[in-house]
């Protein structure tokens, strides 16, 4: 991944089933990678978006997610 900013349209791109939308919810629950909103466009550091993945990895089904217990 390169250190250029995504726009929604390559996180859409990037995750198949997804769409405006989905990120929308995201941003709105917390629950995305950090962005960066420029006027009314959003961006995400390719950076972010890698710690947002690593921070979703599973071993296992009943794993929990880091914080939540």
């Known amino acids: 991944m390169s250190?250029?900013?995504?726009?929604i349209e390559d996180m859409v791109d990037?995750?198949?089933?997804?769409?405006?939308q989905t990120w929308s919810q995201h941003r709105f629950r917390g629950t995305g990678p950090a962005y960066i909103k420029v006027g009314k466009?959003?961006?995400y550091r390719p950076s972010?978006?890698?710690a947002w993945e690593e921070?979703?990895?599973r071993v296992?089904?009943?794993?929990?997610p880091a914080g939540v217990a």
């Open 3 to 7: 250190d250029q900013p995504l726009t």
């Open 14 to 20: 990037r995750y198949p089933g997804t769409n405006r």
């Open 41 to 43: 466009r959003i961006f």
């Open 48 to 50: 972010d978006v890698l």
């Open 55 to 57: 921070s979703l990895r």
């Open 60 to 64: 296992r089904t009943d794993d929990v």
